[in-house]
């Protein structure tokens, strides 16, 4: 699903016009975009979690030349889904054990 997809199931779930869920979607964006700067986490409960690691600097290679090279720390984006989220993703449907499954 890209932006546009997303931006009309919003306005199909909300009743808002495109535009309107266009906007919302880009000031929610905004704000997580905003959050990470500042190092801080989003916690959105039944969702999961985004949060800001830190990458400690490491030697590396280049793959063409095989030189050696640093490779600079850096932030990185992790997101940890619920719980709730995982479950309804890895749903099972349950059934009864009848007697001709009870073949011991």
């Known amino acids: ?11 199909n779930k909300t009743g808002l016009s495109k535009t309107e869920s266009l906007n919302a979607l880009n000031a929610v964006m905004e704000i997580i975009t905003e959050e990470m700067k500042q190092n801080k986490q989003i916690i ?3 969702f999961g979690t985004f ?7 490491r030697k590396g290679m280049n793959p063409t030349t095989f030189a050696p090279i640093e490779i600079p720390a850096k932030k ?5 889904p619920s719980i709730y989220l995982n479950n309804t993703l890895n749903q099972r449907k349950r059934r009864r054990i009848g007697k001709a499954d009870n073949n011991i």
């Open 44 to 46: 959105l409960i039944g």
């Open 51 to 57: 949060s800001v690691k830190k990458k400690a600097a």
């Open 1 to 11: 699903m890209n932006k546009k997809e997303l931006t009309n199931a919003i306005a």
């Open 76 to 80: 990185v984006v992790n997101f940890k």
